[in-house]
């Protein structure tokens, strides 16, 4: 794997409290990164620089070695989904996901209509392919919600709590499923959440923030085995302990 997405030294205040504090990392091609930390420490702020919705105050950000910082959001090839599931409610899902592929990679209809077919199976959603979102569950409309975003080959997938609206069963399914995806495309992928099993389940590295800078960005075993603070040992520790067993059986790391 190589360094595909660089921060550095990004700082953020918002009213003059410090948010962020010259945080610095890079994020491999391919990989999945998920960040965790408490409410409040600057995920969400994290993302929207990233995708360049939010501006730092200071430091630079680089994809694929150019500087990025102050290109446009429109300009940078990156997607984001967030908890609420933003679909074209008056299209059906085979046209959520076949519109934009026409609109912005300019692929012909009969294209982006086989490109669409294509991902609705591989999220098993053939048969809702003439529904339309009201029609679907919270599931569904996320599954669609991913493979539309996946469908325009973004260089980096952000992705803002996705699941975290979904019941325990539909999030356990979707998150094999967005693995899958993930391993089966080489989607490089950012995935905040606040729940640290889905970021140990789905994750090649977990950067956990807390007070403005990382405590630890490390593969999921090494954050539970060698956890580089008290505070991450406890973050960690109260999540996962009890869960390990289940785990096991899903996630290869472990
Ligand atoms: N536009 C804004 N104006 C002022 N303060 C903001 C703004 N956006 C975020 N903040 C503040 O910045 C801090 C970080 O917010 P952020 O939404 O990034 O946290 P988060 O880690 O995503 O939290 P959560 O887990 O609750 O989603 C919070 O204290 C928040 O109140
Ligand atoms: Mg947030």
């Known amino acids: 794997m190589s360094e595909f997405f660089e921060a550095?030294?990004?700082?953020?205040?918002?009213?003059?409290?410090?948010?962020?504090?010259d945080v610095s990392f890079t994020v491999n091609k391919g990989e999945l990164m998920s960040i965790i930390g408490p409410s409040g420490c600057g995920k969400t702020t994290l993302l929207r620089m990233m995708i360049g919705l939010e501006t730092a105050d200071s430091g630079r950000m680089y994809l694929e070695g150019q500087d990025i910082t102050d290109l446009h959001p429109s300009k940078r090839n990156m997607g984001i989904v967030f908890q609420n599931y933003s679909l074209f409610e008056n299209m059906n899902v085979l046209e959520n996901v076949a519109y934009p592929l026409?609109?912005?990679r300019k692929i012909s209809k009969e294209e982006s209509v086989k490109q669409a077919l294509e991902l609705l199976e591989m999220v098993k959603l053939?048969?809702?392919?003439k529904k339309y979102p009201a029609q679907l569950s919270g599931g569904q409309r996320?599954?669609?919600?991913?493979?539309r975003t996946l469908a325009l080959q973004p260089d980096i997938i952000l992705f803002d709590e996705p699941m975290s609206a979904l019941d325990a069963n539909i999030r356990l399914t979707l998150q094999k499923e967005l693995k899958a995806l993930q391993k089966?495309?080489?989607?490089t992928m950012c995935y905040v959440t606040h729940d640290v099993e889905e970021a140990y389940l789905?994750?090649?590295?977990?950067?956990?923030?807390?007070?403005g800078v990382i405590q630890q960005l490390?593969?999921?075993?090494n954050i539970f085995v060698n956890p580089a603070n008290d505070f991450v040992r406890e973050f960690v520790n109260g999540h996962i302990l009890d869960k390990m067993e289940?785990?096991?059986s899903v996630v290869p790391h472990v």
């Open 8 to 21: 550095r030294n990004i700082t953020k205040h918002f009213n003059k409290k410090l948010i962020l504090n």
């Open 102 to 104: 026409r609109n912005k």
């Open 126 to 129: 053939t048969d809702e392919q």
């Open 142 to 147: 996320q599954r669609v919600a991913i493979i």
């Open 184 to 187: 089966r495309t080489h989607t």
């Open 202 to 211: 789905l994750s090649d590295r977990i950067m956990i923030i807390d007070e």
């Open 218 to 221: 490390d593969t999921p075993t």
């Open 246 to 248: 289940s785990l096991e």
